[in-house]
């Protein structure tokens, strides 16, 4: 249980910090007439801040709370699948007491159903009214068992928590969601290195591409080369000629990759035409994240190490002789 004391520890603006969310998480058992499951049912107050839930949300709404208390919840999709349930639907909870006196029971109706594809987390809880919790418990509006810090960037996150922790009293226990959902951020951190691994061969495959390009290029313009040398063109100026042309191409078909590629990336998104099976993956689907900068960026590497590739390669065109190279009719 967590007591907020106002008067010891007064708010402290972090420019890090969204908001900060007052949470009661209790276990409990969800019953219908044919089933049941056992889950966490998760108290929040009226102003929780549902947008990163709602984009999920496949049928339904959040829910609704109002003054007194709210028999609303939210339930995942894996739930709704297990016991049965559908929007409109109500069941039953229980509650332990700590005196195990006969468990408490509350009837809650169903909102809203949602799917964020990470079953490990929609298979353990339900979000529901805060106030419901207190009533069980008795607490005051002062008590709740944990805070929820939401930040406006979370690459922040190391630094955020180690400054809450070092300023939280001791009794009090600060954990960042990279702790508490290791085997989520290793797997994302396992796909980066897939990424940059993916990345790397397909440019060694681009460069290696190209230089064979332009040694067909120099090949089949043998005679082409010779006649130029012969009219007194250097070899330095016969090399960028060749080194312009297999630009021009580099650069086309970049272009063309991009607009395929981006095309691919946009049907996805919205479409979702590549699924996963979200009990291994994490994710129902192939997710899709563009960022513009980083698509130039990938774009300009790409380009100046392919055209760095052909240099060498262009210096073929220094061993062609003009003398074994002009054929006359």
Known sequence: MLLLERTKYPNTKIEEVKNVEKIISRFGIVRTDKDFEALYFKGVQADYDFNQINKFIVEGNSPLFSDKFSNDVLISQILADKISLKVGDSFQMLFSKDDNSQPSIIKLVVSGIYNSGFDELDSKYVFGDIKQIRRILKWSETQISSLEIHLNDSKTSDKINEYLYLNSPSEYD???????????????????????????????????????????????????????????????????????????????????????????????????????????????????????????????IVFILCVFSILFPSLLVSKVNPKDTIKFN
Do not use: C, H
Request: hydrophobic share 55%.
């Open 174 to 300: 600060v954990t960042s969601s990279k702790e508490k959902y290791f085997s989520i951020y290793e797997w994302i951190e396992l796909f980066d290195k897939n990424t940059f691994a993916i990345i790397f061969i397909m440019i060694i495959v681009a460069s290696i591409n190209i230089i064979s390009v332009l040694v067909v290029l120099i090949l089949e313009r043998t005679n082409m080369i010779g006649v130029l040398k012969a009219l007194g063109a250097s070899n330095i100026s016969i090399r960028k000629f060749f080194i312009y042309t297999s630009s021009y191409l580099i650069a086309i078909g970049i272009f063309l990759g991009n607009l395929i590629g981006l095309i691919i990336l946009y049907i996805q998104n919205n479409f979702k035409i590549i699924s996963l099976d979200s009990k291994i993956y994490y994710v129902d689907s192939v997710p899709v994240y563009i960022d513009l900068y980083q698509i130039v960026m990938l774009n300009v």
